[in-house]
């Protein structure tokens, strides 16, 4: 959401964009959002829902948890954590 606030997505207002959509408008804070991620994926060993903002230019996480996700997610979700190097079969 370029100049929009969260609340707007929760009331109906405004619908996101594509988050590839900030790669073209906000290159920089998108990289950054991309290390950071990754840095929580192999923390937590898990995929995360994150929140964020970008302001002038500067990325802020705001919080982030484990994704929720259906049953057939969470396995393939899990494969592909262990294909990537970020947990093992036992974790």
Known sequence: LINAQGE??????RTP???LRMEEELPE????????VDKLEHYFKDMQDVEFTVEK??????QCRNGKR???AA????T???AEG???TSE
């Open 8 to 13: 707007d997505v929760v009331a109906g207002i």
């Open 17 to 19: 964009l594509p988050i």
């Open 29 to 36: 804070a998108y990289a950054k959002f991309l290390e950071n």
């Open 57 to 62: 230019g500067k990325l802020w996480m705001l």
């Open 70 to 72: 259906t049953g057939v």
């Open 75 to 78: 396995i393939r979700i899990a």
């Open 80 to 82: 592909e954590l262990v």
């Open 86 to 88: 970020i947990c093992t």
